[in-house]
């Protein structure tokens, strides 16, 4: 199971000083987050993709090209990345690149945005989210799977023999998720291609997400990419804490309360009943947080959502440290418990790229070349059982 | 033509009174009353759900700032949209609809009316109000969809009186409004679909339109 911080870069006021960080100091504060992340032994750093104030990462691998640099051993990623509105051959060639500068320690979660207007600025039709979404990808998968592309769609300049470059590190693309709050359509993009789903889960009821992600663990079984259990899920959290539990409430409240997305709304009660923030001892975040198993099922990433709504970046280093000293070592030994041994966990550059080794080798008579569709995922997941993921592959043949 | 025995319908009821005792409520409840009458007269039996939105005032307000409903403004939400039929009320406030009645139907899914039949109903203090019914409630209604009954009623402080011979009286008016909204509700299968959250559009293909290759 991996744990890590995703970050929406938001510019926010802190309300309880009046202070407002400059351009330059949230950038800043984004990258010593991230190299934190590492230093307390957590697993992933996400940055977010806004192209309008008061947000700051537009530009999120030159963001990820630092951390590569400065860091060792974190996956590097994004929460989200714009699949509608930016060219998926800069996605392909910007992400490839990274792959190499950090050595594979680089996957994306993709999205649409939460900006209307970031449309019509990047010259498309809001109206087109989903269809720019899925056909989007569909041209990112086939730039970094085929060396060759011969490309014709709606929403982009037809390519004749186009290779992206650099190729993908080892030949191994990076592993997608596909971010969603509420679209069924992305859920089933995600199942459809054995991609993962990420649930950004803290805006929404525990019952939603529980619906969402139920629904893509059955289509991820239904296009045979294994068992509904075995598909690959990342949840968002949100928490606040300190050694007791009444002294993170009283600290934490003035930043809700004024916080862009739900201040000045329901209490902090209420949205804590409603939603999975938490705000409490660092006991109560790891109760919380393991119950967040009882409805999605056994899950691969959880990342909190720690520096907005203007809390000072040593605050934000602070609740890092007690989520490295004091919630996930705990977490990790407990989601551990219990958890079946088919259950996989979520795929990195190492395990696709021994999945595409083990996949190039003389092939059992049951596979044959139709497989190629699910390779990357079914098989870096899970050892190869005979039959399962491999031979059942529905999407290969009803797909593109 | 007369339904079979043992037939069920359920009507919803939202009122956007804010006083107590509220004459909004007063016209819903009447409304109501009415139509649940004619679908007796066709062996109907009808569950009324009625809600004042008053009572859900902060749950609206909080789903128009977090963009989710709050559990009990989500099955109030599911039950309204649910029913065969729906008698929406409101006063009017300078000029329109009170905010808190179009703030709740900003709030519920814009897809989620679609072919309800709706009958529409305003109070307020003097006739010169009376409009707002056909420039403010009935276009909204359409926008989402609805089947709003061509009979509108509106009911000022002097119609709880004996009323203008002029004019129908507000009973006549009910009457009629009643009879066309329990024609559709008698008709309607709403209540009893089943409805996919997950349902796709028709042709969806996750891996796009089909580049040409």
């Known amino acids: 199971m991996q744990f890590g911080i995703f970050t929406v870069g938001d510019i926010t006021t802190d309300p309880t000083t009046g202070d407002t960080p400059t351009e330059n100091a949230r950038i800043k504060a984004m990258l010593t987050i991230a190299q934190k992340v590492e230093e307390v032994g957590l697993d992933v750093f996400a940055t977010g993709e806004h192209h309008n104030p008061p947000f700051v990462p537009s530009s999120p691998t030159t963001l990820l090209g630092y951390i590569a640099a400065k860091t060792e051993r974190i996956i590097l990623s994004t929460a989200t990345t714009l699949i509608t509105t930016s060219d998926p051959v800069k996605i392909a060639e910007d992400f490839a690149t990274l792959q190499h500068v950090s050595d594979g320690r680089v996957d994306l979660t993709l999205g649409r945005g939460n900006t209307g207007p970031v449309y019509p600025w990047f010259g498309k039709d809001i109206r087109e989210g989903i269809p720019l979404a899925l056909e989007n990808y569909a041209l990112l998968r086939r730039l970094w799977r085929e060396d060759y592309v011969d490309w014709e769609g709606q929403f982009r300049t037809p390519l004749q023999g186009f290779q992206s470059t650099p190729r993908p590190l080892d030949g191994v693309p990076p592993f997608v998720w596909h971010g969603s709050i509420r679209s069924p359509e992305i859920a089933e993009q995600a199942a459809y291609y054995g991609d993962g789903f990420f649930s950004n889960h803290i805006f929404w009821p525990a019952s939603h997400t529980a619906k969402m992600v139920g629904y893509y663990r059955q289509r991820f079984e239904h296009y045979g990419h294994g068992t509904a259990a075995q598909a690959i899920v990342g949840l968002g959290g949100q928490v606040f804490m300190s050694k007791n539990s009444q002294d993170a409430k009283r600290d934490f409240r003035p930043y809700f309360d004024n916080a862009p997305v739900y201040g000045n709304g329901p209490s902090m009660e209420d949205f804590t009943s409603q939603t999975p923030l938490t705000v409490g001892s660092p006991q109560e975040v790891i109760d919380r947080t393991l119950g967040f198993r009882d409805y999605v099922g056994d899950y691969q990433r959880q990342l909190w959502l720690m520096d907005h709504a203007g809390l000072p970046l040593k605050t934000v280093l602070e609740q890092l440290d007690l989520l490295g000293e004091e919630v996930v070592p705990v977490l990790r030994r407990e989601f551990a418990k219990n958890r079946p041994a088919t259950v996989p966990d979520a795929p990195t550059h190492e395990s696709l790229r021994l999945a595409r080794v083990a996949a190039s080798a003389p092939a059992p008579a049951t596979t044959g070349a139709e497989v190629h569709h699910d390779l990357d995922t079914a098989a870096a997941i899970s050892p190869p059982r005979a039959g399962s993921a491999f031979g059942l592959s529905r999407s290969a043949g009803n797909g593109s | ?213």
Not at chain 2, 123 to 130: D, E
Not at chain 2, 183 to 205: H, I, K, M, Q, Y
């Open chain 2, 1 to 213: 033509m007369t339904a079979p025995k043992g037939k069920q319908r359920t009507l919803a009821v939202v009122s956007a009174g804010l006083s107590q005792p509220s004459s909004t409520r007063l016209l819903a409840d009447k409304l109501a009353a009415a139509t649940v009458a004619r679908l007796v007269d066709e062996n109907i039996e009808t569950r009324v759900v009625t809600y004042e939105l008053r009572d859900y005032a902060q749950d609206v307000m909080n789903n128009m700032l977090t963009g989710f409903a709050s559990p009990r403004l989500e099955t109030m939400i599911d039950a309204v949209t649910a029913a065969d039929g729906l008698i929406a009320v409101t006063p009017i406030f300078t000029t329109s609809y009170s905010g808190l009645f179009k703030s709740f139907f900003d709030v519920i899914d814009n897809r989620s009316l679609t072919d309800q039949p709706v009958l529409i109903g305003a109070t307020a203090g003097t006739a010169r109000h009376s409009l707002a019914l056909d420039f403010a409630l009935r276009p909204m209604f359409t926008y989402l969809h609805a089947v709003v009954v061509p009979t509108s009623v509106f009911a000022a402080s002097e119609d709880w009186g004996s009323g203008d011979a002029r004019v129908a009286t507000l009973p006549a008016r009910i009457e009629r409004a009643a009879g066309e909204l329990a024609a559709l509700v008698a008709r309607s299968d709403r209540s009893a679909r089943v409805l996919d959250p997950f349902e796709l559009p028709a042709g969806f293909n996750p891996a796009g339109l089909g580049p040409s290759r």
